[in-house]
């Protein structure tokens, strides 16, 4: 299996694992309302279409902020929108190009907490720290809604192979949101 397959699979995996997580958020007003799950939602998104800027060689824009998102599901459409550009964007990618180095324009501002320079990185490993540090962070939504007294659902990778590599069901997630 050559490393664009692997990276789309993981993205494939990540983009059904958030809508789960958006579904079991938005069909409970504790969970939707609560700030911590909207923060670490928001910074996940955050983080993906940062570095889906710095892949695509655009300039950052600036952080969106909780207000930018007054109604939840515009979040989850943020988000799903991510989704979206990075499929078409890996999909496309030369895998020749997964080797090369990246400039990652925050790096330096880890340097103080790191204490040194950050060492180099290739665009291929920054695609994987976009799915593991989703996948962290989801997790640590899943503890939240449990303290909610909410199911968390089901998001590891393994049980999205076994349930067949189902797709992100957004349309449904988002018409549905107020139904739910």
Not at 41 to 62: N, S, T
Not at 97 to 123: C, F, K, M
Not at 136 to 163: A, K, M, S, T, Y
Request: net charge negative.
């Amino acid at each position: 299996m050559n490393a664009i397959k692997i990276i789309l699979q993981l993205f494939e995996h990540m983009e059904w694992a958030d809508a789960l997580v958006w579904r079991s958020v938005l069909s409970n007003s504790l969970a939707e309302n609560d700030s911590t799950i909207r923060e670490r939602l928001l910074h996940i998104h955050v983080v993906q279409h940062g570095f889906l800027h710095v892949w695509r060689e655009q300039a950052l824009p600036e952080l969106p902020k909780p207000s930018d998102f007054p109604e939840t599901t515009r979040l989850a459409a943020w988000g799903r929108e991510y989704h979206q550009t990075a499929a078409a964007f890996v999909a496309a990618l030369d895998e020749a190009l997964l080797d090369g180095s990246l400039s990652i324009p925050w790096a330096d501002q880890l340097a103080v907490r790191l204490a040194r320079p950050p060492s180099p990185v290739t665009l291929g490993q920054t695609m994987l720290q976009v799915a593991s540090h989703s996948s962290h962070h989801r997790g640590q939504i899943n503890v939240r809604l449990r303290e909610l007294g909410c199911e968390p659902p089901l998001i590891d990778f393994i049980i999205w192979l076994w349930l067949g590599r189902p797709s992100a069901d957004w349309d449904s997630l988002l018409r549905g949101a107020s139904n739910l």
